[in-house]
C-alpha cells in the first residue's frame, strides 16, 4: 500500500490527550452542551418575535436584525476564530467564548431599546463565534483516531437537532413568561456551561511559535459578512437592490483576495488548496447543500405549520421534534455504513433521502392529515443524519497538522453560509410564487405576507392566500430537492473511493 504523506499521517494519527474515560465523557458533554446552547440560539427568538415586538416597539427591519445580527457577526467570525484557537489555545477560546455570550445574554435582559438589543445579539454571536469550532476540534483532540468517528456522530446530531430543541424550548418558556426569558435561559445555562468547562476541559499545547495572520482574518470576515449580509437581506430588499449586489459582490471580491492571500503565505491560516482534495472538497460541497436545503425548509416549514395549520408556537416546535429524532437515530446508522462503503456514497445517499422527505412534504396541501405531514418529515431528518456524519468526517479527517480548528470552522462557516443562503432563496421563491398566484384585486395587505392576509378575517382573501402560498411552498421545496439530488451526483462522483474515513484510510497507511 502507497505510504500517504508523512504530515497528513500525523494529523490523522495525533495521539489524543491522556485523559480517562470517564473525563473524555464529561468533556463530551460539556462541549455539547455549549454547542447546542448556541445552535439553539440561532433560531430561539424567531418565535418571540411578535412578544419582542410588543416589548419594545421594534419595527419590522430592526426585528429582522435583532434576529440576524446574531447570526451575521457569527458566521463572518468562524474562520478568524478557528484559527486563533489554533495558535494560542483551544480552550481559552472556548472559556472566552462562552462567557461573551454569557454576558451578552444577560444585559439583553435588561433593554427595551432595540438598537441595543441588536448590539447586544451581535456581541453574542461573537461568543457562539469562538465556542463553534472549538467543541469539535477538542473533541478531536482528546479522543484516539479510533473513537473519532462516534465523536462525529454526536457532535453532528447535537448540530442538527440543536436548533429544533431550541424552538421547543423557546416555546416552552413563553407560554408563561415574555421575550427576556429565553435570553435569561442562555445566560444562565452559559454560565453553567462555562463553570463545567473549566474543571473539566484539559488544557493543550499550542503553537511554540504562533504566527498570527491579521490580513487574512480581516479578509475572510469581512469577505463572510458581505455575502451573509446581502442573502439575508435579499428576499426583503430584492435580488437586483443595489445594496445586496454591492454587499454580495463585495465579499466575494475580499473572499477572492483572502484566497489569494493565503495561497502566498508559507503558513497559511487556511490552506485553500485542501479544497482540491477529494476528501476535504466534497465534505465541504455536502455541508453547503445540505444546510442550504435545511435552513431554508426549516424557515419554511415554521411559517406552514404556524399559519395554514394553525398550530402555537409550542406546537410548531414540537412538531420539528418528528425531524429531530430522525438526526438522532439516523446518524449513528450512517457512521457504522461509513466504515464499510466509505463516507461519500453515504453522504450522497443521505442527500436523496433528504430530496425525498421534502417532495413528501410539498405534494401535500392545507388539508392533508397531520399524521402525514409529520411522517412525510422523518424522511427529511432521517437525510440530515445520515449526510452530516460523513461530511464532517471527510473535513475532519483531512485537516493537516494541528488545522483541527480550523477545519472545524470551515465545516461551521460552510454551514452558516450555505444556511443563510437557504433562507434567501427559498423565501425568494415563496414570495415571487406567492405574490404571482394571488388573484386580481385581493386586498392590498394580503399581498404583503400571509399573515397579513388571515390578519383580515376574510375567508375568501384567506382561503386565496393560503392557495397561493401553498403553491409558493411546494415549489420551493422542490427546488430545494433537485439541489440536494445534483448536490449528491457531485459528492458521489467527486467524493473519495473505499472503505472507512480518511482517517482510518490514513492509519492502514502505516502497515
Given at each position: ?6 504530515p ?9 490527550v ?5 473525563r ?5 458533554v460539556?462541549l ?7 445552535v439553539?440560539s440561532?433560531?430561539?427568538?424567531n ?6 415586538a ?22 463572518a467570525?468562524?474562520?478568524?476564530a ?23 445574554n444577560?444585559a ?6 432595540p438598537?441595543?438589543?441588536?448590539a447586544?445579539r ?12 472549538t467543541?469539535?476540534?477538542v473533541?478531536?483532540d482528546v ?21 429544533i ?5 423557546s416555546g ?7 421575550w427576556?426569558?429565553?435570553l ?8 453553567v ?8 476541559t ?10 498570527a495572520?491579521?490580513v487574512?482574518?480581516?479578509?475572510s ?7 451573509v ?6 428576499p426583503?430588499?430584492?435580488w ?11 465579499g466575494?471580491?475580499l473572499l ?20 482540491r482534495r ?19 425548509a ?31 437515530a439516523?446518524?449513528p ?10 463516507p ?5 445517499v443521505?442527500m ?12 401535500t396541501?392545507?388539508d392533508t392529515?397531520?399524521?402525514?405531514v409529520?411522517l412525510?418529515?422523518v ?13 464532517t468526517?471527510?473535513i475532519?479527517d ?11 470552522a470551515?465545516?461551521?462557516s ?18 415571487d410564487?406567492?405574490l404571482?398566484?394571488l388573484?386580481?384585486?385581493?386586498a ?11 390578519a ?9 392566500a393560503v ?21 449528491a ?19 492502514s497507511?502505516?502497515t
Amino acid at each position: 500500500m502507497t505510504r500517504l504523506p508523512e504530515p497528513l499521517l500525523s494529523a490523522a494519527l495525533a495521539a489524543p490527550v491522556p485523559l480517562p474515560l470517564g473525563r473524555r465523557r464529561a468533556v463530551t458533554v460539556a462541549l455539547c452542551s455549549a454547542l447546542g446552547l448556541i445552535v439553539a440560539s440561532v433560531s430561539m427568538l424567531n418565535i418571540a418575535l411578535p412578544d419582542l415586538a410588543r416589548g419594545t416597539g421594534a419595527d419590522t427591519t430592526e426585528l429582522l436584525w435583532i434576529v440576524n445580527s446574531y447570526g451575521l457577526v457569527y458566521a463572518a467570525l468562524l474562520l478568524p476564530a478557528g484559527a486563533v484557537g489554533d495558535l494560542f489555545g483551544r480552550r481559552r477560546l472556548l472559556i472566552g467564548g462562552l462567557a461573551v455570550f454569557g454576558l451578552a445574554n444577560a444585559a439583553s435582559c435588561f433593554t427595551d431599546t432595540p438598537s441595543v438589543l441588536i448590539a447586544f445579539r451581535a456581541l453574542a454571536g461573537a461568543g457562539a463565534a469562538a465556542i463553534m469550532p472549538t467543541t469539535l476540534s477538542v473533541l478531536v483532540d482528546v479522543h484516539a483516531p479510533a473513537e473519532r468517528a462516534k465523536v462525529y456522530v454526536i457532535w453532528s446530531s447535537v448540530v442538527g437537532v440543536g436548533s429544533i430543541v431550541g424552538l421547543v424550548v423557546s416555546g416552552a418558556l413563553l407560554e408563561p413568561w415574555s421575550w427576556e426569558s429565553v435570553l435569561a435561559f442562555n445566560a444562565i445555562a452559559a454560565l453553567v456551561i462555562l463553570v463545567v468547562c473549566v474543571v473539566v476541559t484539559p488544557r493543550e499545547q499550542t503553537d511554540d511559535d504562533p504566527r498570527a495572520d491579521p490580513v487574512g482574518a480581516l479578509l475572510s470576515g469581512f469577505g463572510l459578512a458581505g455575502v451573509v449580509l446581502g442573502v439575508i437581506e435579499a428576499p426583503e430588499w430584492g435580488w437586483t437592490d443595489p445594496r445586496v449586489l454591492l454587499a454580495v459582490g463585495s465579499g466575494i471580491v475580499l473572499l477572492v483576495a483572502f484566497v489569494v492571500w493565503e495561497s502566498r503565505r508559507d503558513r497559511p491560516m487556511l490552506d485553500v488548496a485542501l479544497f482540491r482534495r477529494r476528501e476535504y472538497g466534497s465534505g465541504s460541497l455536502a455541508v453547503l447543500l445540505q444546510w442550504l436545503v435545511a435552513f431554508g425548509a426549516f424557515f419554511l416549514l415554521l411559517q406552514f405549520l404556524q399559519l395554514v395549520r394553525g398550530l402555537s408556537p409550542l406546537e410548531a416546535g414540537t412538531t420539528m421534534l418528528a425531524p429531530a429524532l430522525a438526526i438522532g437515530a439516523f446518524s449513528p446508522v450512517a457512521e457504522r455504513v461509513t466504515r464499510v462503503i466509505g463516507p461519500a456514497p453515504v453522504a450522497a445517499v443521505g442527500m436523496v433521502v433528504c430530496a425525498a422527505g421534502l417532495v413528501a412534504v410539498a405534494v401535500t396541501d392545507a388539508d392533508t392529515s397531520f399524521w402525514i405531514v409529520a411522517l412525510a418529515l422523518v424522511p427529511f431528518g432521517a437525510g440530515i443524519g445520515i449526510t452530516s456524519v460523513p461530511a464532517t468526517a471527510m473535513i475532519m479527517d483531512d485537516a493537516p497538522p494541528n488545522g483541527q480548528g480550523m477545519a472545524s470552522a470551515v465545516n461551521d462557516s460552510t454551514r452558516e453560509v450555505g444556511g443563510a443562503l437557504g433562507i434567501a432563496v427559498l423565501g425568494s421563491i415563496l414570495n415571487d410564487r406567492y405574490l404571482s398566484t394571488l388573484p386580481f384585486g385581493i386586498a392590498e395587505p394580503a399581498r404583503d405576507s400571509l399573515a397579513s392576509a388571515l390578519a383580515l378575517g376574510d375567508a375568501t382573501t384567506s382561503s386565496a392566500a393560503v392557495d397561493a402560498f401553498m403553491n409558493g411552498f411546494s415549489a420551493a421545496l422542490v427546488v430545494a430537492a433537485a439541489i440536494l439530488l445534483l448536490g449528491a451526483v457531485a459528492v458521489a462522483a467527486w467524493g473519495p473511493r473505499g472503505r472507512g474515513s480518511a482517517g482510518q484510510d490514513r492509519a492502514s497507511a502505516l502497515t
